[in-house]
């Protein structure tokens, strides 16, 4: 499917609610002032947008969380709040998904399943699920650990254009296994790995086994440098791990590019369950460790200056986040700053990257 294809008109199905936002809406019924969306005639993308957005989901959250391991979907009530008079509901399906989190959450990371969802364009049917970031648990600290993951994800958009886009959101669970209990939570929403495709005009390489030093050069270095300021151990290209590789149509060898995603294993985040690999000389991933590929001097040095050039406008994303914490946002300011104030002293910097390189 091409990308133009997709952000097209076209009438909607549930995929043209969750990936694109409407401009121009016509209504199907009207009840209490409030309209119920039937055909969106003209669509923007959503990730362009940078408000959160408002959902409800109504389901038995008591199930849900009581069978996480098992691995199979469950029926959801899904309701996307555009604003105070516009909203559209549809019946869905809902997976746990993540090994750890899976195991640590009460309410841990999903797949929404719309694959069957009354879709009503048969172009959208590549597009089978959406990966949703949750809270994890009920109080605070996991409510940070949400924002912090999302702004690294938002600070590699700034590096690298070939990245996983991310929409925030702000959920209201109705659990209908505890009395229609309310709750309220942070996540946000992934980009499909289809869409990222359709961007590039790039495929999911199936070769196994392609190591760091057969990626892209320049995109290589930036993700190793990135994975490093943000004090991400928790990736692996030989093994797939927290990484998808793109082949770029007709690069061939030379195409090859791993796109990052999941950090909540990473010093920015400081999840109290992130804890580094015993092969990894550190006891805490506070502690950055470079696990990109070998390099020259030259050749790093001049991935330090080039991810220096994106210094201000990265502090100025964190500076300006609103619904972090002052607290919570000033140490990871610090934590970012300790990065760059490093990089100032590039021979101390390389002279580690040149120890511990794959």
Known sequence: MKASKLLSGFSVGLMSIILISPLTLRAQEEQDDIKYLDIIDTLAHIFEAENPMKITLTLDLKKFQKEKMKGEYMPVHFLYQLNDTLRLEREMRIKARGKTRRRICSLPPFWLEIRNADLQDEEQEDIERIKFVTHCKYNTTYEEYVLKEYLCYKIYNIISPISFRVRLARMTYIDTGRNNKVME????????????????????????????????????????????????????????????????????????????????????????YAVPSDYLDITSVKERYYLGPCRSDMDFALAIEQLNLYREEILQLVGEFKYLDEKVKKSVLRYLEEYFEGAEHQTSLIFGFQRTCL
Do not use: C
């Not at 320049?218 to 290209?237: C, H, K, T």
């Open 185 to 272: 939570g942070w996540a946000f929403m992934i980009e499909p790995v289809e869409m990222l495709e359709q961007r590039f005009n790039a495929t999911k390489t199936k070769i196994e086994g392609l190591l760091s030093r057969q990626m892209r050069p320049v995109e290589m270095n930036r993700l190793a440098l990135f994975q490093y300021m943000i004090g991400n151990p928790d990736y692996s290209v030989p093994h797939r791990h927290n990484v998808k590789i793109l082949e770029l149509t007709g690069m061939g060898a030379a195409g090859y590019t791993a796109v990052p995603y999941d950090f909540d294993y990473s010093g920015l985040v400081d999840a109290y």
